[in-house]
């Protein structure tokens, strides 16, 4: 029989690099199956552990249960999961673990997994990544800001060694590590952490038989291999080079245990060369109204405050060159006089739902459910919505979102550091006809990052729109409150790609000739 893997997820955040591995399918054959996923924040901890049950649902009887297809349409609230299915709660329970790495607790719980894992499966697979925050950009420019702070007390710097310390005990065929780009630039105590990286998996296997050869993913002709990098840079995956839509790129690291390294040589995977863009996941989804905050909020009262906003745009844009804009501002005035959205949430299906020729809405939609989740819009101060249509307006006429300086003066935000190159793009726009830019947990805060491209909307984007550019399959429900969901996808893995990892994977595995006995 075709081998198992057994999975250990570190740092599962809601699991959508396992939902890559665990959804792969070889033929009949599911090679990857999760045996613990280790994840300490509550709300993504439960998120994780609904889909777990679901995936042990389904897997024993062929098809979601009914309640949860009713909890996800919003037609009941949600159900004691153990009533519906008392053994797939449980096996949940197994599977999805809320607990910090690095203490006792989680300790015992990754050792006790082990060692079922190694008794029930032919061999093991890591994946995972450290928190990002203390690596990214944006967190190390935020932490710099902190009175007091000191690089070399945050301890978020060196989770990576927890990562490590359970791949020495595991000893898996391969693992999986992912991270933020910054992690390539990051110093603490005046060294690159991923120099220190590299020297702790270098490290691995001395006096015990295996090490570790590490590899890069290389996409190069339709083909995704893996090779041995010649620099740092070379562990950038670009995502949007795996169909996903969406210009996000990290730091991901393959390794494969030297017994089975040589599988590598000749092992890949096609990929498409198609580019996928935002319109092509989000472009036919429920039209929404944004909400306005601090003001009366009704369809009326939005569209009076946008139309206003549309017609001062439009004298705003006076002269021939201007011509093609202000046209544009003219017509949604003209529109949202006549009508236009209405409600803040829809949960319709898009007609053909469930029916395209197509690898990626495949993958997103899902037949058996009775509408979408968590398409629902966040209000906007009155004054941001005249930014967010200018912004909308001017990528669709110019191709490319505004900076600072090309907002007009009496909608630039009243703020001293708005003329500082500081708030460049402030506010942008996701471009309808491209891949959208890196979706991040910034997404959470106001949405001013993630502009939905069309005029007559005029908000940020859903919890939903946001998860079908992360590739996060429509049954897939993100628990907690509206902000914790924004978080979850944000700090996830596009699940889509990670299936075509999990792929790659497999491939080099199969290619040793050890899958078949």
Same mark, same amino acid.
């Given at each position: 029989m075709p081998a198992k893997f057994g999975i250990v997820d570190l740092f599962a955040g809601p699991g959508g690099l396992g939902e890559g591995f665990s959804c792969l399918k070889v033929g009949d054959h599911a090679p990857f199956h999760i045996g613990i996923s280790v994840e300490k924040e509550t709300s993504a901890h439960r998120t994780l552990r609904l889909r777990a049950f679901l995936r042990e649902h389904q897997a024993q009887h062929g098809t979601l249960p009914q309640a949860f297809v009713d909890f996800h349409a919003g037609m009941s609230d949600e159900p004691d999961w153990h009533e519906v299915d008392a053994h797939a709660w449980a096996q949940a329970a197994e599977e999805a673990h809320c607990l910090e790495l690095g203490t006792e607790d989680a300790g015992k719980a990754i050792d006790a997994a082990i060692t079922s894992l190694r008794r029930d499966y032919d061999d093991t697979i890591l994946i995972g990544g450290p928190p990002c925050q203390a690596y990214s950009l944006v967190g190390r420019a935020r932490s710099k800001g902190k009175v007091g702070y000191v690089p070399e007390d945050d301890e978020r710097h060196y989770l990576f060694r927890e990562y490590i310390s359970v791949l020495d005990r595991l000893r898996p065929a391969a693992f999986v590590m992912e991270n933020v780009k910054g992690m390539l630039s990051s110093t603490i105590e005046s060294r690159l952490v991923f120099e220190m990286l590299m020297e702790d998996l270098a490290s691995l296997g001395t006096g015990k038989g295996h090490q570790y050869e590490l590899r890069a993913i290389h996409v190069e002709d339709g083909r995704a291999i893996l090779r041995e990098a010649a620099q740092p840079s070379d562990f950038i995956v670009r995502a949007e080079r795996f169909s996903v839509p969406q210009r996000r790129h990290r730091v991901i690291i393959i390794g494969i245990r030297s017994d089975l390294a040589s599988g590598a040589t000749g092992a890949g995977i096609p990929v498409s060369d198609v580019a996928r863009t935002v319109d092509d996941v989000i472009g036919n989804m429920p039209m929404l109204r944004s909400g306005i905050s601090r003001g009366q909020d009704d369809p009326d009262a939005w569209r009076t405050v946008v139309a206003d906003a549309a017609r001062l745009l439009a004298n705003l844009h006076g002269g021939k060159d201007n011509a093609q804009i202000r046209g544009v501002f003219k017509d949604v005035a003209k529109r949202l006089k006549a009508g236009g959205p209405a409600v803040r949430s829809a949960s319709r299906l898009p007609e053909g739902y469930g029916t395209a020729n197509d690898a990626l809405l495949q993958w997103l939609e899902r037949p058996g459910l009775r509408g979408l989740a968590q398409h629902e819009t966040r209000g906007h101060m009155a004054s941001d919505l005249g930014r967010y249509l200018f912004a909308a307006v001017f990528g669709d006429v110019h191709g490319c979102?505004?900076? =600072? !300086?090309?907002?007009?003066?009496?909608?630039?935000?009243?703020?001293?550091?708005?003329?500082?190159?500081?708030f460049n793009d402030r506010f942008r726009v996701q471009l309808a006809g491209e891949a959208s830019t890196t979706v991040t947990s910034h997404i959470s805060k106001d949405g001013h990052y993630f502009i939905h491209p069309d005029p007559m909307q005029c908000r940020s984007l859903t919890v939903r729109e946001a998860a079908r550019l992360q590739t996060f399959p429509d049954d897939y429900l993100f628990l907690g409150n509206r902000t914790q969901q924004y978080v979850q996808v944000g700090n996830a893995v596009p699940p889509f790609l990670a299936r075509q990892i999990a792929d790659l994977?497999? =491939? !080099?595995?199969?290619?040793?000739?050890?899958?078949?006995?």
């Open positions: 979102s505004p900076k =600072a !300086v090309d907002f007009p003066y009496l909608i630039s935000p009243d703020h001293k550091n708005w003329d500082s190159g500081k994977v497999h =491939a !080099v595995l199969a290619n040793k000739g050890k899958l078949e006995p």
